[in-house]
């Protein structure tokens, strides 16, 4: 279910129980924790969802602000919320509904405008144990590879634990290098000042989100967390 949805664009599934409440979420990040601390097909096989979830499910009313679902999305480091609908069920925000929120806006704020942070890179022959560290370390669901604008996320370790490990079925996955194991994703490298209209009209209809701007990283949570500016103003 989890590979289905990573390529939709969005990396949580809700949880739920009887008569189908809603009482948590789960996605690449717990199967990351997860299988570093038991990278065997014993944690695929004979752990439950209920043993793993996140109960930090955020449910929004129609009264939350954007304000304040940008605060809890920051408490919880994770662009996921649902809403009740009118269906009698819940509809879900993610990453990418604000990137269309923001490719619909209109301000004057510019990729250069961007607050700066470090970019984390991982090198060829670390061992996949060692770029999961630095993902759990850095709170980061992506790195680069040093010196190029390749770069490898949760959703391409989930897609070949499945795919390309069997689930880990006589394969000691942790120990392996990086380069006898997996392909990288592309990020789009972006030359000229976009404004943040424009860069989330690209990053929305991109498969792999994710835009190099001279020495920085652009994600969709970068695009979420600019949306409090003051200097933006949204459409009807």
């Not at 949580?12 to 990040?29: A, C, K, M, N, Q």
């Not at 600019?226 to 009807?236: K, N, Q, T, V």
């Amino acid at each position: 279910m989890l590979i289905h949805y990573l390529e939709s664009f969005t990396d949580s599934l809700v949880v739920t129980e009887d008569d189908e409440i809603p009482i948590g979420v789960i996605g690449g990040r717990e199967i990351i924790e997860n299988i570093f601390k038991n990278p065997t097909s014993d944690f695929f096989d004979n752990t439950t969802v209920e043993q793993i979830f996140d109960k930090n499910l955020v449910i929004l009313s129609e009264n939350t602000t954007l304000g304040e679902l940008l605060t809890t999305w920051k408490n919880t480091r994770r662009a996921f919320s649902i809403i009740p609908n009118h269906l009698g069920g819940y509809s879900a925000i993610s990453g990418r509904k604000l990137l269309e929120i923001g490719a619909n806006c209109v301000t004057d704020l510019s990729l250069s405008e961007f607050p700066e942070k470090n970019v984390i890179s991982f090198e060829k022959d670390n061992s996949i144990k060692e770029i999961i560290q630095l993902m759990l370390g850095n709170n980061t669901r992506k790195l680069l590879l040093k010196d190029t604008n390749y770069f490898i996320s949760d959703r391409l370790l989930i897609q070949s634990i499945a795919k390309d490990f069997d689930f880990f079925r006589n394969v000691k996955f942790l120990e392996r290098k990086f380069e006898e194991s997996f392909k990288l994703e592309e990020a789009t490298k972006i030359s000229k000042d976009m404004n943040l209209a424009e860069i989330s009209k690209m990053m929305y209809v991109m498969p792999h989100p994710y835009v190099i701007y001279r020495d920085q990283v652009i994600t969709p949570w970068d695009i979420c967390m600019i949306l409090e500016s003051d200097r933006i103003e949204f459409m009807g």
